[in-house]
């Protein structure tokens, strides 16, 4: 008979895993979850497994910061391979149009204004995204013609850092829901040579960047090396505004009562902030006519 799994304990917090290429964003979690023995865990943005670098994973209560980790602003450093389309705008795919045209500097730098801002982008057929409840990959992987609606997506900056011949490198700053392949497939077209994603690194996702990270081989086998790589729950709202309260407020707030702000530092009406006791995050509320109304609260000792 094999052993009886061990009970699993609550574990609260932020790993931000810097992920290999080849692995999953499910066995990510799975791994983490097992390595810490936790009850709840899941990750804030998914990342191709062709894909390397920041995949946030939460455990317990950071589950419940994970939409502001998602919302924030995203970072990649991506390389694009001129000449080539695939179905699924990077090296997994087949060739579904091939070109002899290849860019030069002045050509690239020319065409990335048109990339920057909001802009319309049409997803990769091969997403995550849900058409009539099935995800856009598996319809398509069933052969199924799909046609994706295009959509509103905020690209902040995108730069040539590097090139040659045949590819180019670049950087991005973009917002959530962005498909950087698809910036690539995209880039490729208005250029005249076409394009294809041969290499991704995300390299920030809201508050979290590569020096917060632990890269997965690091961890691996070792639960003592993932316990020290734990950020706080409250790492996982840094961009947002903090109200500090007083044990009184707290034991409010936990109650889902609203706390009125006192005071010239009392953060403005219009967007999510989040209230912490003695160094512990209590809620995330909104602030509503001078009172603090909570819509999320947490449960750790304070």
């Known amino acids: 008979m094999s052993a009886p799994r061990k009970n699993r304990v609550d574990v609260h917090g932020w790993i931000v895993l810097d992920k290999p290429v080849g692995m999953t964003s499910t066995h990510a979690v799975a791994a983490l979850r097992r390595l810490l023995n936790a009850k709840k865990a899941g990750h804030a943005g998914t990342l191709d497994p062709?894909?390397?670098?920041?995949?946030?994973?939460?455990?317990?209560?950071?589950?419940?910061?994970v939409p502001y980790v998602v919302d924030g602003k995203k970072a990649y450093t991506f390389t694009v391979s001129w000449g080539v389309e695939t179905d699924t705008d990077d090296t997994e795919g087949r060739a579904v149009a091939t070109s002899d045209e290849r860019p030069t500097r002045a050509q690239i730098e020319a065409a990335l204004p048109r990339f920057i801002g909001v802009i319309s982008q049409v997803p990769p057929r091969y997403s995550a995204i849900k058409i009539d409840g099935e995800?856009?990959?598996?319809?398509?992987?069933?052969?199924?013609?799909?046609?994706?609606?295009?959509?509103?997506?905020?690209?902040?900056?995108?730069?040539?850092?590097?090139?040659?011949?045949?590819?180019?490198?670049?950087?991005?700053?973009?917002?959530?829901?962005?498909?950087?392949?698809?910036?690539?497939?995209?880039?490729?077209?208005?250029?005249?040579?076409?394009?294809?994603?041969?290499?991704?690194?995300?390299?920030?996702?809201?508050?979290?960047?590569?020096?917060?990270?632990?890269?997965?081989?690091?961890?691996?086998?070792?639960?003592?090396?993932?316990?020290?790589?734990?950020?706080?729950?409250?790492?996982?709202?840094?961009?947002?505004?903090?109200?500090?309260?007083?044990?009184?407020?707290?034991?409010?707030?936990?109650?889902?009562?609203?706390?009125?702000?006192?005071?010239?530092?009392?953060?403005a009406e219009g967007g999510p902030v989040y209230a912490a006791c003695g160094g512990v995050v209590i809620a995330v509320g909104m602030v509503e006519r001078g009172e603090l109304v909570p819509t999320r609260v947490f449960n750790l000792p304070y």
């Open 50 to 65: 062709l894909a390397s670098g920041i995949l946030p994973l939460a455990f317990g209560e950071a589950t419940k910061t």
């Open 135 to 267: 995800r856009a990959y598996d319809l398509a992987r069933d052969g199924e013609e799909i046609e994706m609606t295009p959509r509103e997506v905020e690209i902040y900056a995108l730069r040539l850092v590097g090139m040659d011949q045949d590819s180019a490198t670049f950087e991005a700053e973009c917002g959530k829901g962005t498909y950087v392949r698809a910036i690539a497939r995209d880039l490729g077209r208005v250029l005249g040579c076409l394009g294809h994603v041969t290499a991704l690194r995300r390299t920030r996702v809201g508050p979290f960047t590569l020096e917060d990270s632990t890269p997965w081989a690091a961890m691996a086998d070792k639960p003592e090396v993932a316990q020290e790589a734990l950020i706080s729950v409250e790492g996982g709202l840094t961009e947002l505004p903090c109200v500090v309260l007083s044990r009184d407020g707290a034991a409010r707030l936990r109650r889902g009562q609203s706390v009125i702000l006192r005071g010239r530092d009392a953060p």
